[in-house]
């Protein structure tokens, strides 16, 4: 065409190509949109991610089209506002001052060379060979490409409306390559630290336990506050910008003094010392600038490096207490503590007395100057009990930390010396509130509010529940919330429930929704501890309890003394309430400790039902299953129920109007549902009489394939929600649509939800038989 710009033919043919990728493309836009809606009809409702996604609040992208640089000017250029960007994180990376730099990008986000996981494992076939061959060749030579250390940092604003380059959280993106090598390093390490750290450290290591340190804090603190008790002296540390700051060459001393091979050594520095930085702005990347200290966040080996630079303070500290002038914290001699680390929170304990407390300081100074690591000051703080006054405040005036009151938060829990309040807990249900008015907006199905109890809002509490016996009215407050929000969609409701909770908390086996009762599951999550016991287990812990409370006694018949911590009482009443169910034996033989196990036996057994399969069967649509469920138990809100507690003023049918609304009458003998029922029956071939239970029972034990079955429970369970709604909308729009219409709405609902979740084995006479419906 170029060459015979009049050639009307070539023209013509131009046009009819255009117009045929035209109505291809819309075919394809089409298909995608179909695709689309058929995973909705596939997993729509059920707890899956794109259940999730689809329930969170749409992010909103952000642009930034100006803003103040550091020196104040008012930036509104494209050039202008990058660069005011670009000399903030270079000065800040330069001068060892970032902020929190980085953290862990999404699974799926790509790293810098826009190659995320995704490409690497679908192109496995293709570029295995030669990444596999990269990544050992780098291993072994210890060099790295500064392209493969090449990470990106994004900012995402911390307010609604930032003004000031400080107002962004940079998120840090390695290339997937990087992260490769490092996985590997990480395998190594993992695999020597347990046997290089002292057990104070909580973190990162296995088999230490973060409730470990909890616990032993929550019980050095139970005589802070009381009078007459032997001078204490506890110190929280908050470590300023713990991973941005840590000192390189102090890093590759300690790896050499804890004799690692030169080879490890060299290849953990040019992973730590040679990344390159780019900033993501506005959709492009701007700059390339090299770091002079720190270990990044959104890289796995960090957590394991920084365990090995907290180690140096560990054992400087264990010099500390060999010294003849110090002396430790009240019960802490048994067990020798002075310290308790988990990741970057830092806790040192000593005799109230300004000689051992100077001392501490004075270590903490030393690991200070070599590693980098700098306590903040304004967020340290000193608990002092039983001290002189003059004394705290000369520890005020050469710490510089601030003196302080119980409670305070310790690894997100508060630690207290009087038993847990319940406005301590208060934070719990407001966070269920907070989720709650975000999905309220929404019209949500009972099966969308049944996944969302389940997996989101009976987990908030999860942390504390594996930590404390939760105070009784608290639970109560979560259960009520939760109830509430299954029922009406909202936080607070007096609708009544049209099944109580603790049937709703059976599993789906007797006739439950398979939540669990949050009393139960709290002991049962508690009587870990007691196992642990049992077992002897070796962590700083059990030593504490030891060494303070059961002096190797018999943990079994221990009963605890009334001045014992509230802490430790609630873990030996835990234990009295297993007792009426397991044995000491039964403990003993437990291999590992399961808190679903203990909680089915402290459940106990109830009466199975035999129409969960039918109801909760795989086949039907998810929305079907819960009005199926209620439905099967006589539990749907009829008008005839609704009479009977005054709400309604009439009990008959709101469909037919000839008879009382009972569940009997609505889906089988109203002249609507018998119509359902006899169209039904010439679609599959499968008879309906009865009530809903027996239904269900013959249809299971008729002499039809495990398919057919699934396919007859489908049918029942669509035709129940049908006829459910075609009652709500006579109500509700005082119309009712066509049998016909129902039927044609059930078939296809049916058979676009059974093609999409097909099993893998249906026999080719089943297949047949389905693709003729
Ligand atoms: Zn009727």
Request: glycine content about 6%; some cysteine.
């Amino acid at each position: 065409m170029h060459n015979n710009p009049t050639d009307q033919g070539f023209a013509d043919a131009k046009l009819i190509a255009i117009q045929d990728y035209k109505e291809k493309h819309k075919a394809y836009l089409a298909f995608l949109s179909q695709k689309a809606k058929l995973s909705w009809l596939k997993d729509g409702d059920e707890n899956t991610s794109l259940f999730h996604q689809s329930i969170k609040i749409r992010k909103v992208h952000n642009q930034v089209y100006s803003i103040y640089d550091m020196k104040g000017e008012w930036k509104d250029t494209a050039d202008g506002v990058s660069q005011a960007f670009l000399d903030y994180y270079k000065v800040l990376l330069a001068d060892e001052v970032k902020k929190a730099i980085f953290s862990i990008p999404g699974i799926k986000a790509p790293g810098p060379d826009g190659f995320g996981s995704y490409f690497y494992k679908d192109a496995w076939h293709i570029v295995g060979d030669e990444v596999i061959a990269a990544i050992l060749d780098m291993l072994q030579q210890g060099k790295i490409l500064k392209e493969v250390n090449h990470t990106v940092i994004t900012l995402i604003p911390k307010t609604k409306c930032p003004k000031d380059v400080s107002e962004f959280r940079p998120v840090s993106c390695c290339n997937t390559i990087y992260k490769c090598i490092t996985k590997v390093l990480c395998g190594r390490l993992r695999q020597v630290l347990p046997d290089l750290i002292l057990e104070n450290q909580g973190g990162f290591a296995h088999g230490r336990y973060i409730v470990h340190n909890i616990m032993v804090v929550q019980d050095l603190v139970r005589h802070y506050g009381r009078k007459g008790v032997k001078p204490s002296c506890l110190m929280k540390i908050d470590l300023q910008k713990a991973y941005d700051t840590i000192d390189w060459h102090f890093l590759q001393e300690m790896l050499e003094l804890l004799d690692f091979p030169k080879q490890f050594v060299d290849m953990v520095m040019q992973c730590v010392s040679t990344p390159m930085f780019s900033l993501m702005l506005n959709g492009s990347m701007h700059g390339f600038f090299k770091s002079k200290r720190g270990l990044r966040q959104g890289d796995p080996i960090s957590p394991l490096l920084f365990v090995i630079c907290m180690e140096y303070l560990s054992r400087i500290l264990n010099r500390v207490r060999s010294m003849p002038q110090f002396q430790f914290h009240p019960r802490c001699k048994g067990i020798g503590l002075t310290h308790l680390c988990f990741a970057d929170d830092l806790i040192i304990c000593s005799k109230g007395d300004y000689q051992s407390i100077y001392l501490l300081l004075q270590a903490f100074k030393l690991f200070s100057n070599s590693s980098g690591l700098k306590a903040n000051q304004q967020k340290s703080s000193i608990y002092c009990h039983g001290m002189q006054e003059s004394d705290i405040q000369r520890v005020v005036d050469v710490s510089g930390f601030s003196r302080s009151m119980l409670p305070f938060k310790y690894l997100g829990v508060p630690i207290c010396s009087k038993k847990i309040f319940v406005a301590q807990c208060a934070h719990l249900v407001d966070k269920m509130i907070t989720r709650i008015k975000v999905w309220s907006s929404r019209n949500l199905s009972y099966t969308a509010r049944m996944q969302l109890v389940n997996s989101i809002l009976l987990s908030l509490h999860m942390y504390w529940a594996q930590i404390y016996v939760l105070p009784k009215s608290v639970l109560q407050d979560i259960v009520k919330i939760c109830r509430a929000f299954l029922w009406s969609g909202h936080a607070f409701s007096h609708k009544p429930s049209n099944i109580a909770w603790d049937k709703v908390c059976s599993d789906n086996q007797t006739g439950g929704l398979g939540f669990r009762d949050v009393q139960t599951w709290n002991i049962a999550f508690m009587g870990k501890y007691v196992w642990a016991l049992v077992k002897k287990q070796d962590n700083v812990w059990i030593r504490w309890i030891n060494s303070v409370y059961l002096k190797d006694g018999d943990w079994w018949e221990y009963q605890p003394v009334s001045t014992a911590s509230w802490y430790w009482k609630q873990v030996c009443n835990t234990k009295e309430k297993l007792k009426q169910f397991f044995t000491l034996a039964e403990f003993e033989n437990m291999p590992q400790y399961s808190v679903k196990q203990v909680y089915e036996k402290l459940v106990g057994n109830k009466p199975r039902v035999h129409w969960d399969k039918m109801v909760w069967n795989r086949l039907n649509v998810p929305k079907h299953r819960f009005i199926c469920w209620l439905a099967v138990q006589s539990k749907l809100q009829t008008t005839e129920k609704l009479t009977k507690i005054g709400i309604s003023q009439s009990a008959s049918c709101l469909i037919c109007g000839l008879d009382d609304e009972t569940h009997q009458h609505l889906f089988f003998q109203c002249q609507y549902s018998r119509q359902i029922i006899i169209a039904v029956h010439q679609w599959i071939g499968f008879s309906i009489h009865g009530n809903l239970v027996q239904l269900l029972r013959k249809a299971g034990q008729s002499r039809a394939s495990r398919f057919r079955k699934q396919v007859y429970f489908a049918v029942v369970g669509a035709a129940v929600y049908l006829i459910w709604k075609c009652r709500n909308t006579s109500f509700w729009e005082s119309t009712i649509p066509t049998v016909s219409q129902s039927m044609k709405a059930l078939k296809q609902m049916v058979k676009s939800r059974i093609q999409v979740v097909l099993p893998k084995h249906v026999s080719k006479r089943d297949s047949d038989w389905f693709t003729k419906l």
